[in-house]
Nanobody
């Protein structure tokens, strides 16, 4: 599975951005996708996830009500609409895909990551 993000940039506080993540390769076995972010000097943290089946979503408390994760299954693309951006949202945002792999030894989850896209929110 290959993931390519786009849509990052510089925006003023209160502004909006939309990130995209295009998936290619063995996408039919992807069970969920998500966005993570990592600010300088901090650990990578979950932003939002969406399942492949029902499209169930999950958000970090810090972005609830401001960010919306969605997907276009026909295009194998996931989006993150970010509204009401704050300076503390500044980070490199990474796209993640989890692919289920069933073997004779059991079922495993493989994680795939994009290269990251920078989001900078100025005050």
């Amino acid at each position: 599975v290959q993931l390519v993000e786009s849509g990052g940039g510089l925006v003023q506080a209160g502004g909006s951005l939309r990130l995209s993540c295009a998936a290619s390769g063995n996408t039919y076995t992807i069970s969920s996708m998500g966005w993570y972010r990592q600010a300088p000097g901090k650990q990578r943290e979950l932003v939002a996830t969406i399942t492949s089946g029902e499209g169930s979503t999950n958000y970090a408390d810090s972005v609830k009500g401001r960010f919306t994760i969605s997907r276009d299954t026909a295009k194998n693309t996931m989006y993150l609409q970010m509204n009401g951006l704050k300076p503390e949202d500044t980070a490199v945002y990474y796209c993640n895909a989890v692919r289920m792999r069933i073997t004779t030894d059991g079922t495993y989850e493989d994680n795939y990551w994009g290269q990251g896209t920078q989001v900078t929110v100025s005050s």
